[in-house]
């Protein structure tokens, strides 16, 4: 096999669902699972999580589309407002929950159930407290499943307590249409804010994978990914190069390992000797399988980067095995 080796823990997946849900203390978890899971298999980490989680979340009606496919029969959310007839005709024969967020995907959704996103500040998708009511008319109330947003900085306490007001204002205007919308503000950041963050239902991705956002720690989460890069080649050293570096030091012996800046890794970060090539990179140690990623935030802090990035990047061209290695 020449992919790189992608381990994922589904225990501990659970386990960090069921550590979610004592931190939402009776809300609801809705389970996001976009983005193939952050890297770790959408279809088998929704399946494990069916029946822990009360729905899912997902990017874009494709993603949805492949959670039906594979079995899954709880609601699902798609976070991404439709741009098209398609993605409406797809989201309904898939009985996916549509996200709006102006008139003119409130008008595209009609017929369909769906979330209303607001703009409390992070002014990405959302619509405002003045443009809402008329968006609630356009969906209708009976379609109405439910009020969201989205803290653009949960460790700043002034920014979260200021989008948290605008939101209860948000919340109050949907429910006095439709009572039985389900309002949900808290990711993960917001779910370890606690309090009033919380509403009902908490939407959290990162922390299933067993990482919080910066600022924020939980010591009780699991990580559930390692990658591993294959042993392809053990050479005697001639002198020259290192892969695309030239050679600083004379060499016994050099390993070639097949992963590379393709396979979702960062070239200018050693994992070995010097940079990474696309496909492989050299090293002095010579092991049948090398572990590349362990801690998504370790790994992060080399790249200049975040734990999110490295997660949805790492798995690239990646032989997935799951395992189960404890119970809760």
């Known amino acids: 096999m020449q992919k790189t080796l992608t381990v994922v823990d589904l225990s501990a997946v659970r386990h960090n669902a069921h550590t979610v849900k004592e931190l939402a203390c009776g809300r609801k978890l809705f389970a996001v699972v976009k983005a193939d899971a952050y890297g770790h298999g959408a279809e088998e980490c929704a399946a494990e999580l069916e029946g822990v989680a009360d729905a899912f979340c997902v990017a874009i009606v494709d993603e949805g589309v492949r959670l039906r496919l594979s079995g899954i ?23 996916l929950m549509l996200t709006v967020c102006d008139e003119r995907s409130a008008r595209l959704a009609v017929g369909c159930d769906v979330h209303i996103a607001v703009n409390t500040g992070m002014n990405r998708y959302g619509c405002t407290l003045l443009q809402l009511d008329r968006i609630a008319a356009i969906v209708g109330a009976d379609h109405i499943c439910g009020v969201y947003s989205h803290l653009y900085a949960p ?14 204002q948000a919340e109050l205007n949907v429910k006095l249409i439709q009572p039985n919308a389900v309002a949900h503000l808290a990711a993960s950041g917001g779910l370890l804010l606690g309090g009033r963050y919380l509403r009902d239902a908490v939407r959290v991705g990162l922390m299933l994978y067993g990482y919080v956002p910066e600022g924020f720690s ?14 392809a080649q053990s050479v005697d050293f001639i002198g020259g190069g290192v892969g695309y570096n030239k050679a600083d030091r004379a060499y016994r012996k050099l390993y070639t390992y097949r ?31 090398m572990p590349v990623m362990t801690d998504a935030d370790e790994y992060a802090a080399q790249c200049g980067t975040i ?16 395992e189960r290695s404890f119970t809760t």
């Open 73 to 95: 029969s709880s609601p699902i959310l798609v976070l991404a407002p439709p741009l098209d007839e398609d993605d409406v005709s797809r989201a309904r024969f898939y009985n």
């Open 259 to 289: 992963l590379g800046y393709a396979d979702g890794f960062v070239r200018k970060v050693p994992l070995g000797e010097k940079t990474l090539c696309m496909d492989a990179f050299i090293s002095r140690a010579g092991v049948n399988m």
């Open 307 to 322: 734990s999110y990035e490295v997660l949805c990047s790492v798995s690239r061209r990646s032989e997935r095995v799951y």
């Open 218 to 231: 939980c010591a009780a989460l699991r990580k559930a990914m390692r990658v591993y890069a294959r042993l």
């Open 155 to 168: 460790h700043d306490s002034a920014a979260s307590a200021s989008q948290l007001e605008i939101f209860l």
